[in-house]
C-alpha cells in the first residue's frame, strides 16, 4: 500500500466538502446508527461524516501517526484485515483509499463483510485531473507530469470512474454513482502553502516527491528535461506571485460510489 504523511493529506485533501455534499446524498448518512470510515488518514471525510450522522463514526487507519490527529472513536487496523465482526456498522466508506491499494478488490470484500447494509468509496479519475492556469506553460507540464505518473504508478490511481465495475466482482449491487469536482484554486491573497507549492515548483522538489513521475519515465535524460522545464515554469509562477497576478485552478475529478451488500 502506497503511503501518505499528514502534509500531503492535508495539502490535497482540504476544503472537499466544503462547498456541497450532494455528491454523499447517496450514502443515508441520517438513516445510520455506526459508519465506519477506512482508511481515514486525519479525518477530513471523517469529520464531515460526523457532521451528516446521527450516530456514531469511527476512524480506522494502519498509521497511528495520523490517527492521532483524528478525534475518538478510532481503531487502528488494515483495509484488507478489518479488526471488526461481521455486520458490525450500516455503512463502510472510505475516500481516495482503493487507488492506494494493490489489491482493491481484497479490501472491498472486507468492506462488505463489516457492512449490514451499505458499502460507499469516494475515488479519483486522475488521468482526469485538469489545471488552468496564468503561467501559460503550467496545464501542458502539468499533463505531461501526470502522464509519467500514470505510468509509473504501480496502483490503478484512475479507478474512480470505474469503481462500479470492481463493485461488480466482489458480488456489491451497485446503488448510484455520482461525480464530484474538487477544486483547489490558488489567487492572491496567497497563502503560506500557496508560497511553500511555488518555492517547490522552483527547485523542482514538487517532482522529485513523487519519484513515479521519474519511474514513468522514458530514461533520464527525458525526466531531466522535464524537470528543468517545471523548474522554469517555477520560476515564473514566483515572478506573477510578485505581481500578484498569478492565478491557478486545479479540478479532481472524485467518483462516489454507492453499493449494498446482498441479503
Not at 130 to 143: D, F, H, I, M
Not at 177 to 192: G, I, K, L, N, Q
Not at 208 to 237: I, K, Q, S
Request: proline share 5%; glycine share 6%.
Amino acid at each position: 500500500m502506497r503511503q501518505f504523511d499528514a502534509e500531503y493529506l492535508d495539502r490535497t485533501r482540504t476544503g472537499m466538502w466544503a462547498d456541497s455534499r450532494e455528491a454523499l446524498a447517496d450514502l443515508a448518512l441520517d438513516d445510520c446508527e455506526r459508519v465506519l470510515d477506512v482508511g481515514c488518514g486525519t479525518g477530513v471525510l471523517t469529520r464531515v461524516l460526523r457532521e451528516e450522522t446521527p450516530g456514531e463514526v469511527v476512524g480506522l487507519d494502519a498509521d497511528a501517526d495520523l490517527l492521532a490527529a483524528v478525534d475518538p472513536p478510532v481503531v487502528r487496523g488494515d483495509a484488507t484485515r478489518l479488526p471488526l465482526r461481521d455486520d458490525a456498522v450500516d455503512l463502510v466508506v472510505c475516500q481516495a483509499l482503493l487507488i492506494n491499494l494493490p489489491d482493491p478488490a481484497a479490501a472491498l470484500r472486507e468492506f462488505a463483510r463489516v457492512a449490514d447494509d451499505r458499502v460507499a468509496v469516494v475515488e479519483p479519475d486522475n488521468a482526469q485531473v485538469c489545471v488552468e492556469s496564468t503561467v501559460g506553460a503550467e496545464p501542458a507540464l502539468a499533463r505531461r507530469a501526470r502522464e509519467l505518473y500514470l505510468d509509473g504508478v504501480d496502483t490503478d490511481v484512475s479507478l474512480g470512474a470505474s469503481a462500479a465495475d470492481l463493485f461488480e466482482r466482489v458480488d456489491l449491487d451497485v446503488a448510484s454513482t455520482r461525480r464530484y469536482d474538487h477544486v483547489r484554486t490558488t489567487a492572491p491573497p496567497y497563502s503560506e502553502s500557496a508560497l511553500a507549492a511555488a518555492r517547490r515548483k522552483a527547485t523542482g522538489e514538487g517532482l522529485d516527491d513523487r519519484p513515479e513521475v521519474a519511474t514513468g519515465a522514458d530514461d533520464a535524460a527525458a525526466y531531466d528535461a522535464l524537470r528543468e522545464d517545471w523548474r522554469e515554469m517555477g520560476r515564473t509562477v514566483i515572478d506573477q506571485m510578485q505581481d500578484g497576478d498569478y492565478e491557478r485552478r486545479e479540478t479532481v475529478p472524485f467518483y462516489v460510489t454507492v453499493g449494498r451488500v446482498p441479503e
